[in-house]
């Protein structure tokens, strides 16, 4: 355990934030047959308040403000708002259409990403025995392409699109909360014009209108809040390798939900997954070993 308080309050946001993301595909289950773009849609609009709640109640109305003169920071969270907006689309879709376990795969995949962003771009050194785990993952994505039939697009997708993310937040120097809440009012006026006048025919925004399924769409905005502000916590305490690693948290509890609801698991899919975790494993193992000084010259 981290000795460090910045680094324990760290540790235990990013644990936190991974386990809720873990047990979101059971939440978009109560949805239904909502239409991926409307779940979107809500879970941005009902972010915001979220948002606008969190940081009154921290006092920090004055550094959301102190935005609009920081052009540089506002574009910066325009661009981690897309990403992470990519993000939840394809995963929205992948749980919508029940391909959970494609989703659980792209985030045990995402960690080898963000090791690999860690080495190029904040100077984070492999190991050899590292490079060797990112082979055999990068062979268990071809084995699902070739053996399973499948290009597993959801799940480099998804991979790719929060090492993205996770990079950004990792550089920009802003409170959590102001920058959820800034992504969040980035993205909200695409949302609610497409809520108010672009919704497919047939489709309401708030579906029956019962009170419960009513009450679960509001839910979005807490449920997509508070994660993602953990996240953000956790990043900017921890190391970019230390997110990565945690982040086996979530891919987990998704990987069990998807074998309970009856997903298709086959030979194929047991050698893919066995290739990423062997990768995973070794590349934890490989992270935890120390490094051996090299003599100075006297």
Do not use: C
Not at 43 to 53: D, E, H, K, N
Not at 101 to 115: H, T
Not at 238 to 254: D, F
């Amino acid at each position: 355990m981290p000795t460090n308080p910045e680094t324990r309050a760290g540790l235990f946001a990013a644990m936190a934030a991974y386990g809720l993301w873990g047990f979101l595909p059971l939440y978009f289950q109560f949805l239904g047959d909502t239409p991926p773009l409307v779940i979107l849609a809500h879970r941005i609009v009902w972010s915001v308040p979220t948002a606008l709640i969190l940081i009154a109640a921290s006092g920090k109305w004055a550094e959301l403000t102190a935005l609009a003169r920081n052009p540089r920071l506002l574009f910066t969270l325009l661009a981690s708002s897309i990403a992470i907006a990519a993000n939840w689309t394809i995963y929205i879709w992948a749980v919508t259409n029940h391909r959970v376990l494609e989703g659980s795969l792209g985030y045990y995949i995402n960690p080898l990403i963000v090791f690999v962003f860690a080495a190029f771009f904040f100077g984070e050194r492999f190991r050899p025995l590292q490079i060797v785990a990112v082979i055999i993952a990068a062979a268990g994505v071809l084995n699902q392409t070739l053996v399973v039939g499948q290009f597993p697009w959801v799940s480099l997708s998804l991979a790719f699109s929060f090492a993205i993310y996770g990079a950004i937040r990792k550089t920009t120097a802003v409170d959590s909360r102001i920058g959820f809440g800034m992504e969040a009012l980035w993205l909200a006026p695409f949302a609610g014009l497409y809520l108010l006048f672009f919704l497919p025919p047939g489709v309401a925004a708030f579906g029956s209108g019962e009170p419960g399924f009513v009450a679960l769409l509001l839910l979005a905005g807490p449920l997509t809040a508070t994660p993602l502000i953990l996240f953000a916590m956790g990043a900017r305490r921890l190391k970019l390798s230390t997110i990565g690693i945690l982040q086996y948290i979530a891919p987990s509890i998704q990987f069990l939900i998807a074998i309970g609801m009856g997903e298709p698991f086959t030979p194929g899919h047991a050698v893919t997954f066995g290739l990423i975790w062997t990768g995973v494993l070794l590349f934890t193992l490989a992270g935890r070993q120390p490094r051996v000084a090299t003599p100075r010259p006297v």
